[in-house]
T-cell receptor
């Protein structure tokens, strides 16, 4: 499975869009990009995933570059409750084995 | 529909004791896995299962055993607890091999003294 690189921390003002980047330059053709978040002491929460097209759901949007080497998770109107560690994971193949990195700590400021 | 249920939520063990962390899901998910999370660190995969009767090792399997006799349950056994196994343990399940998100339990906080 491909490795991902994320900034260790980011700040965002409440009500503004939060754009979280992720590099996955070694991604292969059958690997999906997944995003999860973990609010303090809770179990991780699935947010969104995609293969090569941009995706949107009620929580967020996922923008994947055309070469698939990087992606951006967008929270359109960040709230204080969005303060969490956000994990970008690349996964594919037969085992669905998610390998977590250290993620990005997003701090939403009032 | 309870999702992924982990028991107990908290546990204190003495060094050398054994115990089983329970994980059950009611979503008919084929794929289940166990992670541990140490303070200030990301999650590390211990063991995973792609279906009943099939298990495999993750990144940090030493000191842990698993079995998958039913689709619903995936218990994690600590054979002889050590202080290094003090951690928060998360169980997760997923419907499909790919193109599907994992559902995580709320965790078991284990302290080994």
């Amino acid at each position: 499975d491909a490795k991902t690189t994320q900034p260790p921390s980011m700040d965002c003002a409440e009500g503004r869009a939060a754009n979280l980047p992720c590099n996955h330059s070694t991604i292969s053709g059958n690997e999906y990009v997944y995003w999860y978040r973990q609010i303090h002491s809770q179990g991780p929460q699935y947010i969104i995933h995609g293969l090569k097209n941009n995706e949107t759901n009620e929580m967020a949007s996922l923008i994947i570059t055309e070469d698939r080497k990087s992606s951006t998770l967008i929270l359109p109107h960040a709230t204080l409750r969005d303060t969490a560690v956000y994990y970008c994971i690349v996964n594919g193949g037969a085992t669905n084995k998610l390998i977590f990195g250290t993620g990005t700590l997003l701090a939403v400021q009032p | 529909n309870a999702g992924v249920t982990q028991t107990p939520k908290f546990q204190v063990l003495k060094t050398g004791q054994s115990m089983t962390l329970q994980c059950a899901q009611d979503m008919n998910h084929e794929y289940m896995s166990w992670y541990r999370q140490d303070p200030g660190m990301g999650l590390r995969l211990i063991h995973y299962s792609v279906g009943a009767g099939i298990t495999d090792q993750g990144e940090v399997p030493n000191g842990y055993n698993v079995s998958r006799s039913t689709t619903e349950d995936f218990p994690l056994r600590l054979l002889s607890a050590a202080p290094s196994q003090t951690s928060v343990y998360f169980c997760a399940s997923s419907y499909s091999v790919a193109n599907y998100g994992y559902t995580f339990g709320s965790g078991t906080r284990l302290t080994v003294v």
